[in-house]
Nanobody, 120 residues
Framework: QVQLMESGGGLVQAGESLTLACVVSGSIFKTYSMGWYRQGLGKQRDMVAV???????YYADSVKGRFTISRDDANNAMTLQMNSLKPEDTAVYYCNLVARVPDGSVDTYWGQGTQVTVSS
């Protein structure tokens, strides 16, 4: 069973930095992409940053130049470095994985989410 666990959320002031981490456990045959999404209160869940295996990374316009996604495939882990945080970055951040598991199926997996709150 594939599970994702986020950590690193918290309360920071505007302009400060925070690093989120995601660790994947369980059996994976092939990873297609890993990424971060966020959901503000009363809002839909939106893509923040996604890295395609062997391909490009994509960022939401609102975070370009401030956030950086990094993958550690050897350890099935991923981080999101968030700099120059703004109050509008306040949201629950979710780790996302698209992968093929040993039974051959391709599924999307989500972590439980970690709260990031940026005060002004």
């Amino acid at each position: 069973q594939v599970q994702l666990m986020e950590s690193g959320g918290g309360l920071v002031q505007a302009g400060e930095s925070l690093t989120l981490a995601c660790v994947v456990s369980g059996s994976i045959f092939k990873t297609y992409s890993m990424g971060w999404y966020r959901q503000g209160l009363g809002k839909q869940r939106d893509m923040v940053a996604v890295e395609i295996t062997g391909g490009n990374s994509y960022y939401a316009d609102s975070v370009k130049g401030r956030f950086t996604i990094s993958r550690d495939d050897a350890n099935n882990a991923m981080t999101l470095q968030m700099n120059s945080l703004k109050p509008e970055d306040t949201a629950v951040y979710y780790c996302n994985l698209v992968a093929r598991v040993p039974d051959g199926s391709v599924d999307t997996y989500w972590g439980q989410g970690t709260q990031v709150t940026v005060s002004s």
